[in-house]
């Protein structure tokens, strides 16, 4: 593996790189010129399938910036996915506000058409007012027809939500976070749907919020809240394996959903060239296949798992 090694996206025709540069925390933490910066060193060093949101701060607003420059941002060099979101503090999710979501995105970013666009979180509603004749879900097909939209996915977290969305058939491409990891499997059943159907999967946060980003120090918190007892040892025999075969905690996580065929892509976030870098290193890392049934030994029982139907 490397992390420009790409593979094609489902049958969408669109083909990632083994790691996508996710933009959740350049456009929460940092400011313009650190963010562009970020970025413009990230195709520079040939990086150059980005990651974002309409409500990831000012992401998709430094990506246009970014897209905006000289060098190798430019001419639709880089490739970005982006995603509708309600109107901030508002939980408007009908179709006219997915209109007007996918119309401010076109503008931050500075482009005429998306290349992907999912819908976000789609648990924030239930799954008929999702599916309504005014719904998002029919907006979003409506700029796919108008060719503003080439593709459509969707992203979010419940497993079984996303199996709905999935039998449709009228999505390309799913997002999923915290449930393909070296602490949880929830996803499994999703990745069979979608590989039934060709649609194209992208695995997000593969170190769970850091705990598996981490060769020592407290683990205190795994997916957005914190370890139970089980998930804590279990970190802290992965990170026993790691030591004892030389490799670092990250490589493994990284590698972990990598090495699934059924996964096109791992979505991972950085704030910093440093960890530009230290992505690359890891996806970079050559780890021998004797060590991924030692980690499967120590995968938590499916108790401590998102499950089907866990945020």
């Given at each position: 593996?490397?992390?420009?090694?790409?593979?094609?996206?489902?049958?969408?025709?669109?083909?990632?790189?083994?790691?996508?540069?996710g933009?959740?925390?350049?456009?929460?933490?940092?400011?313009?010129?650190?963010?562009?910066?970020?970025?413009?060193?990230?195709?520079?060093?040939?990086?150059?399938?980005?990651?974002?949101?309409?409500?990831?701060?000012?992401?998709?607003?430094?990506?246009?910036?970014?897209?905006?420059?000289?060098?190798?941002?430019?001419?639709?060099?880089?490739?970005?996915?982006?995603?509708?979101?309600?109107?901030?503090?508002?939980?408007?999710?009908?179709?006219?506000?997915?209109?007007?979501?996918?119309?401010?995105?076109?503008?931050?970013?500075?482009?005429?058409?998306?290349?992907?666009?999912?819908?976000?979180?789609?648990?924030?509603?239930?799954?008929?007012?999702?599916?309504?004749?005014?719904?998002?879900?029919?907006?979003?097909?409506?700029?796919?027809?108008?060719?503003?939209?080439?593709?459509?996915?969707?992203?979010g977290?419940?497993?079984?939500?996303?199996?709905?969305?999935?039998?449709?058939?009228?999505?390309?491409?799913?997002?999923?976070?915290?449930?393909?990891?070296?602490?949880?499997?929830?996803?499994?059943?999703?990745?069979?749907?979608?590989?039934?159907?060709?649609?194209?999967?992208?695995?997000?946060?593969p170190?769970?919020?850091?705990a598996?980003?981490?060769?020592?120090?407290?683990?205190?918190?795994?997916?957005?809240?914190?370890v139970?007892?089980?998930?804590?040892?279990?970190?802290?025999?992965?990170?026993?394996?790691?030591?004892?075969?030389?490799?670092?905690?990250?490589?493994?996580?990284?590698?972990?959903g990598?090495?699934?065929?059924?996964?096109?892509?791992?979505?991972?976030?950085?704030?910093?060239?440093?960890?530009?870098?230290?992505?690359?290193?890891?996806?970079?890392?050559?780890?021998p296949?004797?060590?991924?049934?030692?980690?499967?030994?120590?995968?938590?029982?499916?108790?401590?798992?998102?499950?089907?139907?866990?945020?």
């Amino acid at each position: 593996m490397s992390a420009l090694d790409e593979r094609p996206l489902g049958t969408t025709g669109l083909r990632v790189p083994s790691v996508v540069l996710g933009t959740s925390g350049i456009g929460r933490r940092l400011d313009a010129a650190g963010a562009v910066a970020v970025l413009r060193a990230a195709a520079a060093s040939g990086w150059r399938t980005w990651d974002t949101s309409n409500e990831y701060g000012d992401a998709e607003a430094f990506i246009g910036a970014a897209l905006a420059g000289p060098g190798d941002t430019a001419g639709g060099a880089v490739q970005v996915f982006t995603k509708v979101d309600p109107a901030p503090g508002t939980s408007d999710f009908s179709g006219a506000r997915v209109r007007a979501s996918v119309t401010e995105s076109l503008d931050r970013l500075g482009l005429d058409r998306l290349p992907l666009a999912h819908f976000h979180d789609p648990e924030r509603m239930a799954f008929a007012d999702a599916m309504a004749p005014d719904g998002p879900v029919r907006a979003l097909l409506e700029l796919r027809d108008a060719g503003v939209i080439e593709h459509l996915g969707v992203a979010g977290g419940p497993i079984g939500l996303l199996r709905q969305y999935v039998r449709t058939g009228e999505f390309e491409a799913v997002v999923t976070h915290n449930r393909l990891t070296l602490l949880d499997r929830s996803a499994e059943t999703l990745l069979d749907d979608c590989a039934d159907r060709g649609v194209g999967v992208l695995n997000a946060a593969p170190f769970g919020g850091g705990a598996l980003a981490d060769d020592d120090g407290p683990v205190r918190h795994y997916h957005y809240r914190d370890v139970d007892p089980v998930q804590q040892d279990a970190v802290l025999r992965i990170r026993a394996i790691a030591r004892a075969a030389g490799l670092p905690v990250g490589a493994l996580a990284l590698r972990s959903g990598d090495r699934d065929p059924r996964v096109a892509g791992t979505i991972v976030g950085v704030t910093s060239v440093a960890q530009l870098s230290q992505v690359r290193a890891w996806a970079d890392t050559d780890v021998p296949d004797d060590i991924w049934p030692e980690l499967d030994a120590v995968l938590p029982d499916r108790a401590h798992w998102a499950g089907e139907l866990g945020r």
